[in-house]
């Protein structure tokens, strides 16, 4: 079965902290996908990254990074110098290759203050 | 500009009756998904709509209480049945290809806030 863990459910920061938001997986299969979506107050539901098993590079892209790391399982996001334009909830989620089976984790509310 | 959209944005509903959430997208796509997500909750896949056949549905989620239609491949509704208020959600349909940058990503339309009192 997909699993997904994010065990902070809350974070709180001041502006210009840098803060990492922890993701854990279990699945049993040898390939699939993982992601990270944010999720302002207005609702929508916005994509940030994919990253494919096979690769375990990490990314950065601007101020956002992502440390993938297989051998624990790990997929974690990192913003640096972080915003008030950042407060939102994340969701780390994993789905097979055939995004047949997605899951999502409970989410991390992060918020960002002046 | 938006890519996929989602009619109505909000509505508050009276128990017992129905409500159709449209989903639209602009361009033709391979796959489309209804979610839900309750207060404070993370995302809860319903189904997956198929078109031209019935919609697959996911343990805990029967025809009857969501039905789905996807009459092509543009375009797909969700119906929430009999509501009551433990229906109160955002419902947000996802899709997979079409004029979006991955096929191996789904991408979210704006959701719709449903209250049922």
């Known amino acids: 079965a997909q699993k997904v863990t994010q065990a902070q459910t809350e974070i709180s920061v001041v502006e210009k902290e840098d803060v990492t938001l922890d993701c854990v997986y279990e699945t049993r299969d040898t390939t699939y996908y993982l992601f990270w979506y944010k999720q302002p107050p207005s609702g929508e539901l916005v994509f940030l990254i994919r990253r494919n098993s096979f690769d375990e590079q990490n990314e950065i892209s601007g101020r956002y990074s992502w440390n993938f790391q297989k051998s624990t399982s790990s997929f974690n996001f990192t913003i640096t110098a972080s915003q008030v334009v950042d407060s939102a909830v994340y969701f780390c989620a994993l789905s097979d290759t055939n995004n047949n089976d997605m899951r999502f984790g409970a989410g991390t509310r992060l918020t960002v203050k002046p | 500009s938006a890519v996929i959209s989602q009619k109505p944005s909000r509505d508050i509903c009276q128990r017992g009756t129905s409500l159709t959430i449209q989903c639209q997208v602009d361009s033709q796509v391979t796959m489309m998904f209804w979610y839900r997500q309750q207060p404070g909750q993370s995302l809860t896949l319903i189904a997956t709509?198929?078109?031209?056949?019935?919609?697959?549905?996911e343990s805990g989620f029967v025809i009857d209480k969501f039905p789905i239609s996807r009459p092509n491949l543009t375009f797909s509704t969700l119906t929430v049945s009999n509501m009551s208020p433990e229906d109160s959600s955002i419902y947000l349909c996802?899709?997979?290809?079409?004029?979006?940058?991955?096929?191996?990503?789904?991408?979210f339309g704006p959701g719709t806030r449903l209250t049922v009192l």
């Open positions: 996802s899709v997979l290809g079409g004029s979006l940058a991955s096929t191996d990503t789904q991408y």
């Open positions: 709509a198929n078109q031209g056949s019935e919609a697959t549905y």
